[in-house]
């Protein structure tokens, strides 16, 4: 069974860093951008970040642009998400993602909740 | 910022036809994706690319467009379809991926 299982999730102050980590099970993530994508409780979806199949290209939504960062470890079959400078408002389900032409995201993990907190 | 809206919910009695609409403007020349969520899960991906279906998501699951309105139809309603609902298109202006604020789908 395909499978995308995120990790590294927990609770943390307002200003640390956490890294989540995302791993992958009988899906290649070679040739495909991959996607962090992010629920607030009761909300909606929000797109997060986005790294390129070879890893040179990443794009970041305006709100956390400057304190997060992606990367991927092709060899692992694994991508990071680095949350720096965390803010209450950080607090989520945060999705990884395997993306696909035309912009979709076809495979999920099951999420990794991040609370940010005093 | 490009914007796409969603209504928040949307109701129909089982074995109905639940229409869900995304709105954005000239969405009709964009590749429109669709999610659902049901309560506690994942998203699922239901259409991709304005009207195709991954493997494994019934025929009953379709989607259209026209210039400023995307829909997400299903026919033939089941309790188990009762989830949220997503609609996502990527903005080339800024490779950004953008969601729909979401529909609840309730089965009467």
């Known amino acids: 069974q395909v499978k995308l299982v995120e990790s590294g999730g927990g609770v943390v102050q307002p200003g640390r860093s956490l890294t989540l980590s995302c791993a992958a099970s009988r899906l290649s993530f070679g040739n495909h951008g991959l996607h962090w994508v992010r629920q607030a409780p009761g909300t909606g979806l929000e797109w997060v970040a986005h790294i390129s199949p070879d890893g040179t290209y990443e794009s970041l939504t305006d709100s956390v642009k400057g304190r997060f960062t992606v990367s991927r470890d092709t060899w692992k079959n694994m991508f990071y998400l680095q949350l720096n400078s965390l803010r209450p408002e950080d607090t989520a389900v945060y999705y990884c993602a395997r993306g696909r032409e035309g912009g979709s995201l076809d495979y999920w993990g099951r999420g990794t909740l991040v609370t940010v907190s005093s | 910022s490009y914007v796409l809206t969603q209504a928040p919910s949307v109701s129909v009695a089982p074995g109905k036809t639940a229409a869900i609409t995304c709105a954005g403007d000239?969405?009709?020349?964009?590749?429109v994706h669709w999610y659902q969520q049901r309560p506690g899960q994942a998203p699922v991906l239901v259409i991709c690319d304005d009207n195709d279906r991954p493997s494994g998501i019934p025929e009953r699951f379709s989607g259209s467009k026209s210039a400023n309105t995307a829909t997400l139809t299903i026919s033939s309603v089941e309790a188990g379809d009762e989830a949220d609902y997503y609609c996502q298109v990527l903005d080339t202006n800024s490779d950004h991926r953008l969601f729909g604020g979401g529909t609840k789908l309730t089965v009467l």
């Open positions: 000239n969405i009709g020349g964009e590749s």
